[in-house]
């Protein structure tokens, strides 16, 4: 039996699918190469955006003033082994670069009562305000990715079972927590208390006041009065 018979017994409409199969193929290919300009590239992806609508959970009246901010950027090198299992097998290394935020501001809402004093001619007036205080980091999503990451056999085998959710989550907590701890020895705290008091300043003098006093820090405790024992006569 040859070649031609065969061809011959096919049904005639099963050679018409086989040809008009070969010919898409022929076309996608054509057109994700980019061989036919009229033909648009069958191989392009195009992102649907399916997300619901933005729900408003709360508002919170702010009385803080942002002093100071600072941007950082860390290098987070985190790795994860088995005690008696070489890497190769099992363990993961990931280097990831965190990038964020951390504001320094002074909360001008709780001021206690007598922390404002305004003299009677009202041309000067003493402010004493609290420490300023750091925010939470805030990342940069656009700006933090991961470098690199190696992991084992026994890894990546869960990796194609599950998800990195929870990696992914723990590298920018670290990051952050690294950030927020690097902000900590910064002068951020004293930058925004300058900038607070000079704010203050010239807010309080295009008012007309001449002499403005602004320090931070609580108020100085009120001294205890200790009632004095007397000696008993003798």
Known sequence: MNTGDVVSRTPWWARVVVAL??????????????????????????????????????????????GASGNFEVVVDLQKDAKYLPDIVHGERTLYVGAGSVDAYVDLGSLKSGAVTVSDDRTSAAIRLPHAALE???LDPEHSYVVSQKRGLFDRVGDFFGSDTGNAQKLSILAAQKIQDAAKKTELTTRAEANTRSMLQGMLTSLGFTRISISFGPPPATPTQHPSTASPSS
């Open 136 to 138: 939470r980091t805030s």
């Open 21 to 66: 199969a070969g010919l898409m193929v022929l076309v996608l290919l054509l057109g994700g190469l980019h061989l036919l300009p009229g033909l648009p590239n069958p191989f392009a992806e195009r992102t649907n955006d399916r997300s619901g609508p933005v729900l408003l959970k709360s508002i919170q009246d702010m009385s803080r003033y942002e």
